[in-house]
């Protein structure tokens, strides 16, 4: 029996919780496109609505951590966060300053550069069948907007604003799980969301309401905005990330748009256009061929020749030898700032 890096257990799982939170996360569009509320105060709101939400979880997970341990949490978490706030917040104010067409393809070609940011700061390489996956994803990207997207002085600066949401998202999904020293998933989330609302606060205070705001309707949008795509999506795909690799994730995030038509047709009985279909059996193909094309081996545990590293008892880290909490990951103070057992 060998161990790698990816065990067999948690990866299926991390699958199911992946698609759970592209499914939840699907939802945020037509949210978002409901309300009226300044984006920037949407994105402030949805962040401390999370991590308030969440507050009792983290509590019982860091129960006993003391302040070392919170100080770890609060360093790991605080530049994800801050990258998550800018991406939440460009992202709000983009979609409302261009075409959806334009806002659906800019912020969707994450999986263009997230292989530079994992090479760079976990040490992944894009594999042939990932670059195959990846293709045909935009290649779907491409088709659903073909016809509506178009360049225009008046959008330019909302295109430019999507796309520079586009790397933050990246930057934030690969950085996140490389800080992500072991600590439990609401351990590490709920400093996370409370950063991402910090750094969202100061730019909120400074910019005015919208008059006339029906504030019962856009509470409760904020609500469902945090609870559901923030609270299950995100921390779904946070999840995910720590046994995937980021390409996988990002990828796979691309099918939100097929989860949204089908929303859509079941809630107002809205029909997509005809390319909807072509653009989603692109989309699906190429999440599934990246999924299936990712390596089943982590860099870091494998050695020179090539071969895995030998088996690691599931309560003890590879790393460290220390106690794990059963999955394989450090829980103690000594553990490396990298999760090295993800690659």
């Known amino acids: 029996m060998v161990q790698t ?25 037509n949210l978002i496109q409901a309300g009226r509320m300044d984006p920037v105060h949407l994105a402030a709101a949805r962040v401390a609505i999370a991590a308030t939400a969440l507050l009792p979880w983290w509590r019982a997970e860091r129960r006993g951590g003391g302040w070392p341990a919170l100080r770890a949490d609060l360093k790991a978490a605080f ?5 998550l706030g800018v991406h939440f917040m460009t992202f709000l104010a983009g979609v ?4 959806v067409a334009n806002a659906t393809l800019l912020v969707n070609l994450a999986p263009a550069i997230v292989p530079f940011f994992a090479h760079a700061i976990l040490g992944e390489r894009i594999t042939r069948g990932e670059i195959r996956g990846t293709l045909l994803g935009l290649a779907g990207v491409a088709l659903l907007v073909a016809g509506d997207f178009h360049v ?3 959008t330019l600066f909302g295109d430019l604003t999507c796309l520079g949401s586009m790397v933050f998202f990246a930057a934030y999904l690969v950085l996140g ?4 020293h072991g600590s439990g998933l609401w351990a590490f989330v709920v400093p996370l969301y409370a950063m991402a609302a910090l750094t969202c606060l100061p730019v909120a205070l400074a910019r ?7 504030l019962r309707r856009e509470t409760l949008i904020a609500l469902a905005l945090g609870l559901g795509p923030t609270v299950i999506g995100h921390s779904a795909l946070l999840y995910a990330v720590r046994f995937l690799r980021p390409q996988t994730v990002t990828l796979a995030n691309l099918t939100q748009f097929v989860f ?5 047709w079941a809630l107002t009985g809205e029909l997509p256009a005809p390319r909807f279909y072509p653009a989603a059996v692109l989309l699906v193909a ?11 081996t982590s860099p870091s545990t494998a050695n020179a020749a090539g071969t895995p590293a030998p088996a690691f008892p599931p309560d003890r880290s590879p790393v460290t030898g220390t106690p794990s909490g059963g999955d394989g990951h450090c829980r103690g103070p000594s553990c490396p700032t990298n999760d090295l057992t993800l690659g």
Request: with cysteine; hydrophobic share 45%; proline share 9%.
């Open 286 to 296: 190429g999440a599934v061929l990246a999924i299936r094309a990712a390596p089943t």
């Open 152 to 154: 225009d002085r008046r």
């Open 177 to 180: 799980r490389a800080r992500r």
């Open 260 to 264: 949204a038509g089908a929303l859509a």
């Open 208 to 214: 005015p309401s919208p008059p006339d705001l029906d």
């Open 5 to 29: 890096g990816y065990r067999e257990r948690p990866m299926r799982k991390a699958h199911i919780v992946m698609w759970l939170g592209i499914l939840v996360c699907a939802t945020a569009a």
């Open 79 to 83: 530049w994800p966060g801050v990258l």
């Open 96 to 99: 409302r300053m261009t075409s």
